[in-house]
């Protein structure tokens, strides 16, 4: 797919009346301090009659206005702490061209060829880019990538939806709640959990992987539509151990299954080791709740077993490792991290944020990371056009980093992205659909 690079500039915030101040910044939180520093890049792809572009830009522009920390830069205070400046410098905004029709071109998995359709993730200073290609049949790509510093998925599926909005010239609702101060330690802290070896790691202790032979160059993106049929069979057999509780979500059963069919394909030996992090929005699960909080507000929780174990028990077993792994991830283990955060990580100069370790790996061999979209407004975002037909992770080729997101069928089916070596794909090909 040839891409032609067109205009491409600076977007800035549209105030109504008075714009405020750009000397102002606010400070990391203790949870933005934890997560990924890297820009996360997703593709929508629509349907013709689109907007005109001036409608799409204005509307990038009238988002920011009440999303201003995208239109920032990050820095550092006096402290040397990092913070993100309101400085209004703006964002990447890219038109380009195809010289073909999108369903001659458009992958309908991550390759390498999403690659071209949103700016270079290396080297950014802006927060946010929007990359919109334009092809021969009128269709259109917006490609978006946004820095994880800044915002979770939760916020940042939000402020889409809120783009949307103000191309229709709608008000923008709900409306975000933007201060990073509130999540103030205990006096004195109150340290019910541990949290080395999960949200933080010691810098002197170096992980150690196993010897794997394949590269990253053999890591190949398989997608796996499940329909909501197969999902209801999941579920039943997930709970069929569950007696009179409630049943485990499907959430949780095609997790369960998803880790023990890849354990499996990977050929994992029997007395190893797998766990899978699974990212908690804290949102409504604090005490009290901040539903529209923009920023990071999520922890990890790190289910792991045996693989003997994980293969071996019925498929229960693992659906409730992932169950009570999640649900111990409360008000009070999300307090406890903030009284961690603020006071043993400044008396502990050697603790570095697990994520940031996890950031340089390719490679997340005998483990697994998943992240969930499934609960993410990602297909409202609407210019004037309806919603998108296609929505999908750009190329992101880590091995064993899963993405769980809505089928664009929008029938309660599931679409779930596996990057796996070349070598375990035609196993886990083989089992995905099993229910044995």
């Known amino acids: 797919m ?28 203790v949870f933005d301090k934890v997560t990924y520093d890297q820009h996360v890049a997703v593709i929508y792809a629509y349907r013709p009659p689109i907007p005109p572009t001036v409608t799409i830009e204005l509307g990038l522009q009238k988002a920011l206005a009440e999303y201003r920390e995208w239109a920032g830069r990050l820095g ?46 290396e080297g950014v200073v802006e927060l946010v880019q929007v990359q919109l290609t334009t092809f021969s049949c009128g269709s259109l790509v917006v490609g978006f990538t946004a820095n994880h510093l800044v915002a979770d998925g939760h916020s940042t599926s939000n402020f889409l939806v809120a783009w949307g909005q103000a191309c229709r010239g709608l008000e923008i609702s ?16 109150i340290l019910e959990f541990e949290h080395r070896g999960f949200e933080y790691i ?18 190949v993106a398989h997608k796996v539509h499940y329909s909501t049929a197969f999902l209801a069979k999941l579920k039943a057999k997930a709970s069929s151990l569950n007696g009179n509780n409630k049943p485990f979500s499907t959430f949780e059963s095609l997790l369960a299954h998803l880790w023990r069919s890849i354990t499996r394909a990977r050929g994992l030996s029997e007395h190893e080791v797998t766990q899978v992090r699974i990212s908690v929005d804290g949102r409504h699960r604090l005490n009290p709740k901040v539903p529209n909080y923009f920023g990071n507000l999520v922890l990890w929780a790190f289910p792991k077993a045996k693989v003997n174990d994980l293969l071996n028990q019925p498929l229960p077993y693992a659906t409730k490792l992932i169950h009570d792994a999640v649900t111990n991830v409360n008000d009070n283990y999300f307090k406890s991290f903030i009284d961690f955060a603020n006071h043993e990580v400044k008396e502990e100069e050697d603790l570095v944020p697990n994520a940031v370790a996890d950031t340089e790996e390719s490679i997340l061999w005998p483990n697994l990371e998943v992240d969930s979209w499934l609960r993410f407004p990602f297909y409202e975002l609407d210019f004037g056009c309806g919603g998108p037909y ?37 196993t886990f090909r083989q089992i995905c659909y099993s229910l044995d």
Do not use: C, W
């Open 2 to 29: 040839k891409v032609k690079i067109g205009r491409s500039r600076i977007i800035q915030p549209l105030y109504e009346g008075t714009p405020p101040t750009i000397t102002n910044h606010i400070p990391l939180s």
């Open 76 to 121: 550092k205070d006096d402290n040397a702490d990092p913070i993100i400046l309101l400085n209004d410098e703006g964002v990447k905004f890219v038109e380009a061209s195809v010289d073909r029709s999108l369903d001659q071109v458009m992958p309908f998995r991550p390759s390498a060829s999403l690659l071209s359709l949103h700016p270079s993730l």
């Open 174 to 189: 709900p409306l975000p709640f933007h201060d990073r101060t509130i999540f103030s330690p205990r006096d004195p802290p």
């Open 202 to 219: 010691n810098k002197k202790l170096k992980k150690v992987y196993p010897l794997i032979h394949n590269g990253v160059d053999d890591i």
């Open 390 to 426: 296609i929505f999908m992770p750009s190329f992101f080729p880590t091995e064993g980093m899963i993405f769980l997101l809505p089928s664009f069928i929008q029938d309660g089916s599931i679409d779930v992205f596996v990057p796996l070596f070349r070598d375990n794909l035609e």
